[in-house]
């Protein structure tokens, strides 16, 4: 770290020495990850933009009565323009990807439908990787209420988190725009500016009553992380400061709070409700008057206590089914991001992206249509659940969302696979990772270094043996990365300011103790969002 410091002359935090990735040492905007100058990615040939928009989102869903959208009126011919390249020392070949395609399926019979609006519970249990839970096949009883609401749940077996590290997929989640298309800042627990659009505020416009019960200090708003945008009630249990926090036992707050609040919300009105319990966070506690199953090594412990938070869960889920509206109540449970335990020579989280830190668990309920229960194996994001729960809510987005809603598997319709992407935003105690999956194949970008990682999933599941410099798709996927920062993260319109300095809009936030107090003035240009420092 001394010697990058030393040799990085335009103090962009990359050097161009020791392997470290910096492309252009004379310019501050050229460094691995930037999403304002040169990222200093490959020069490859981007794909078409609508062609990779396409295979980022999937094709349109089948409409939910099965019928086939009505046919466009053909637009005027005009000349196409080439796409964008990149430009390259050599003459490179045109990279034409593989389309993703639905295997074909029969058409399935009249089934249930969907009666909107529905009201909606979302719980998030932190850092539950997807490989230790019951209803995934854990052998390990962690979960034993989630298991019963698997049983009357779509669950989706392999789903990704945006991220590895709360702050970036909480953000991602509840926004449904990944945090490199969002106002923020670059702090380590981010916080987000007012100009964005969350999902509770798309739900509050459109008459639902929105409701949140957390636990950490980072949601209190004192913090000002941001995500409480749009909640009508917001309530933090059982909070304590910094380090804590982290040996803290929060779910029975949790529990018990979120119980109060569903009797208080109404019968009559759709509403909305988030959850989220902490305990499986490291550091890995026993709780009193809770059996201890198993051993006292740190898989042991942190298995504990996703049983204690499971078991708060469940007297949450019980409490619903006595809610006077529980018959129109659809449940989603899920986890923020997975955790290592010495794969890849990593613990903890949020310092990689591979699977142990990015698979996690999610199932949805909906009453009268996924009560007999079902699996899905394709892979999913987590992206997906804003356009899902606006979709269930009855309430229709404001804007283009990342993702799609997951209506159509619900009702038992099949959709075409689709590409799957996560990043890690750069901070102060790291330089940034991003990955993309194509099929079985996930494409791993570290910025420190500026190196690239290819596995197979379906040949190594562990991503032990990496094909970078082997395979013949690397290319391919190189191309996929640079078209996803180029394409698929500029949606223009939706987080772009007119004329705006960058310090106005943040300067209720000149206290912070982590951010610089000097800002970059100009204007936001495409979907770039990050606050520069200078």
């Not at 991602?172 to 505020?201: C, M, P, Q, V």
């Not at 619900?410 to 959709?415: A, S």
């Not at 194949?441 to 599941?461: C, H, Q, S």
């Not at 043996?465 to 290319?475: G, I, K, N, R, Y």
Request: with cysteine; charged share 25%; glycine share 8%.
């Amino acid at each position: 770290a001394l010697a990058e410091r030393a040799s990085d002359r335009d103090k962009d935090g990359f050097s161009p020495l020791f392997g470290h990735g910096d492309c252009n040492d004379a310019d501050a905007m050229a460094y691995p990850g930037s999403d304002e100058g040169d990222d200093c990615l490959p020069d490859v040939v981007l794909e078409d933009r609508a062609a990779f928009e396409a295979r980022l989102h999937g094709d349109d869903a089948a409409s939910e009565s099965g019928e086939p959208e009505p046919p466009e009126e053909a637009e005027p011919s005009v000349p196409v323009a080439e796409p964008p390249v990149r430009p390259a020392a050599e003459p490179v070949k045109p990279v034409v990807p593989e389309p993703l395609r639905a295997p074909p399926v029969e058409a399935l019979p009249a089934g249930p439908r969907l009666q909107r609006p529905y009201n909606v519970l979302v719980i998030t249990v932190d850092t539950v990787r997807s490989d230790h839970v019951g209803f995934l096949g854990y052998e390990r009883d962690t979960t034993a209420s989630l298991d019963r609401l698997a049983k009357a749940s779509l669950v989706f077996e392999r789903a990704y988190s945006p991220s590895n590290m709360t702050p970036i997929s909480m953000g991602a989640i509840f926004s449904g725009h990944y945090d490199s298309e969002l106002f923020r800042d670059d702090s380590h627990f981010i916080r987000f500016d007012e100009k964005n659009t969350f999902l509770a505020e798309q739900l509050q416009m459109g008459g639902v009553l929105t409701s949140g019960v957390l636990t950490h200090w980072y949601f209190e708003k004192s913090k000002k992380s941001g995500l409480y945008q749009g909640f009508d009630r917001w309530q933090v249990a059982g909070t304590k400061w910094g380090k804590e926090m982290e040996d803290a036992t929060t779910s029975d707050l949790v529990a018990d709070a979120a119980i109060a609040e569903l009797a208080a919300l109404p019968g009559d009105k759709p509403w909305f409700l988030w959850v989220h319990f902490l305990d499986p966070h490291k550091w890995y506690v026993m709780h009193d008057g809770f059996a201890k199953r198993w051993g006292t090594g740190n898989k042991d412990r942190y298995d504990h206590e996703i049983a204690f938070a499971d078991f708060h869960v469940g007297r949450v889920l019980d409490a619903l089914r006595k809610h006077p509206a529980a018959s129109r109540t659809a449940v989603i449970a899920t986890s923020d991001h997975g955790e290592a335990f010495g794969e890849h020579s990593t613990a903890f989280h949020g310092f990689s992206l591979y699977e142990d830190q990015l698979r996690v668990p999610l199932l949805v309920h909906v009453p009268g249509v996924t009560d007999g229960g079902r699996r899905v194996s394709k892979r999913v994001s987590l992206i997906d659940l804003a356009p899902t729960i606006l979709d269930l809510q009855g309430v229709k987005a404001g804007g283009k969302l990342q993702g799609r809603s997951l209506a159509p598997e619900l009702l038992g319709k099949d959709t075409p696979p689709r590409l799957i992407y996560s990043e890690r935003v750069k901070g102060p105690y790291s330089a940034g990772f991003r990955s993309i999956i194509d099929g079985d194949l996930k494409l791993v970008w570290r910025a420190a270094g500026n190196r690239f990682e290819l596995y197979d999933l379906a040949r190594d599941p562990q991503e032990l043996h990496d094909l970078v410099s082997s395979s013949p798709e690397a290319e391919r996927m190189k191309s996929a990365m640079a078209s996803m920062l180029e394409f698929g993260l500029d949606y223009k319109g939706i987080n772009v300011l007119e004329n705006a300095e960058i310090s106005q809009g943040i300067k209720d936030y000149s206290n912070w103790p982590t951010i610089p107090q000097l800002y970059v003035k100009g204007e936001f240009v495409g979907g770039c969002d990050i606050i520069r420092e200078m």
